[in-house]
């Protein structure tokens, strides 16, 4: 008898063993990070987790006045590198209520797929890039322009056309089509 329950222990943990094995790590995660103080959720699209990030109001304003509502709420997968209300405030006085109009839609929508990568990129991947790179990734964004990923001081940097850098801070938090990179600076294509 208590040879049975020994062996049926055993191919209990085996199965579970099999079955943990079969899930992507990122799955296994208890939860994403919280961004904006809100927690994200892996089975939610990414326009459902950023509208309850208090740090990505301004990301949500702009992502609605472009239409671009339903684009992220898609199958993807989609990385969205996504600015923070912080790095919005960094641009120009003005500068977003004049992208927020409508007449403005069309560099409005321009910036904004500047920041989106077709497929799932975690951090593991740009680095894996990086390296393959040499110390720099290129990545075509949606919007048909080109972000380059490099590492500094351990950790992942874009840079946008112009020159200017931002930061990767939250990392993987992942969605159910795909990743948003939480970013310390607006990125913007020539």
Known sequence: MNVRRI???????????????????????????EVGGAAMFPTKNIVQNAVNSKDHTTLVAAVKA???????????????????????????????????????????????????????????????QIKAGNGKAMLKTVSGDMLTATMEHGKIMLTDEKGDMATITIANVYQSNGVI?????????N
Do not use: W
């Open 66 to 128: 472009a239409g671009l509502v339903e684009t992220l709420e898609g199958p993807g997968p989609f990385t969205v590198f996504a600015p923070t209300n912080e790095a919005f405030d960094k641009l120009p006085a003005g500068t977003v209520q004049t992208l927020l109009k409508p007449e403005n839609k069309s560099q409005l929508v321009k910036i904004l797929t500047y920041h989106v990568v077709a497929g799932h990129l975690s951090t593991r991947d740009l680095m894996k």
């Open 181 to 189: 990179q939480v970013i310390n600076t607006v990125l913007l294509p």
């Open 7 to 33: 062996s049926l222990a055993i191919a209990e943990a085996l199965c579970a063993m099999l079955i943990l094995s079969a899930i992507p790590a990122h799955a296994m995660q208890k939860k994403d990070p």
